[in-house]
């Protein structure tokens, strides 16, 4: 199985992060930002990671940034030798008006793009602009090139939402074994 135990404590944060990347989906979410804590569950959901997260701080914005480079760092921590995956994964999702598009490269270069289309300064109590350092820290520290994209919506919720589940189907389509892969997908023969 593919499991790792982080906790990350700086001056601002708090963070302890537990992932199963051969899980069944099951989540037990705990920060001060409800809207995250929704997203995070349907992230572990439809990854199908079982996924751990306490987390405590000053901002929130700090909170949200260190989970995703202590989820992004455990999930690449998981996967260490990267054999045999698929690597690459890309999914579209809808949220009732909304569509999101996440394609991602678990190829060791870091790099983001992140379009999420928000309007409104704020979703439940989740400040909308401290959303996108989330999918780009997770990127970096997860060492993947991943494109957000959200193509339309009305509801900034949805919108969101929509993202999330896209990324986690896309992390579950590339991190899912390759049964004709023998050792790393990648012609360097390193990622």
């Known amino acids: 199985m593919r499991l790792k135990e982080i906790l990350r404590v700086t001056k601002e944060t708090e963070v302890y992060v537990k992932i199963n990347l051969d899980g069944e989906g099951n989540s037990n979410i705990e920060t001060p930002i409800k809207f995250l804590n929704h997203m995070m569950n349907c992230f572990s959901t439809h990854s199908m990671f079982d996924i751990i997260i306490q987390a405590k701080g000053d901002l929130n914005h700090h909170i949200i940034e260190d989970i995703a480079l202590t989820l992004g760092q455990a999930i690449r921590d998981a996967n260490s030798d ?14 009732d008006e909304s569509l999101a598009n996440v394609t991602l490269d678990f190829s060791g270069r870091p790099f983001s793009v992140v379009n999420l289309k928000t309007e409104w300064y704020q979703i439940e109590d989740a400040v909308t602009e401290d959303l996108t350092p989330f999918f780009e820290s997770l990127a970096i520290s997860m060492k993947a090139s991943i494109h957000v994209n959200v193509e339309y919506g009305l509801n900034d919720h949805h919108k969101i939402e929509a993202a999330f589940k896209a990324l986690a189907l896309a992390l579950r389509h590339a991190l899912t074994f390759d049964p004709k892969r023998k050792g790393i997908p990648s012609s360097k023969g390193v990622i």
Do not use: T
């Open 82 to 95: 990267s054999m045999n995956i698929l690597r690459f994964g890309s999914a579209k999702v809808p949220m």
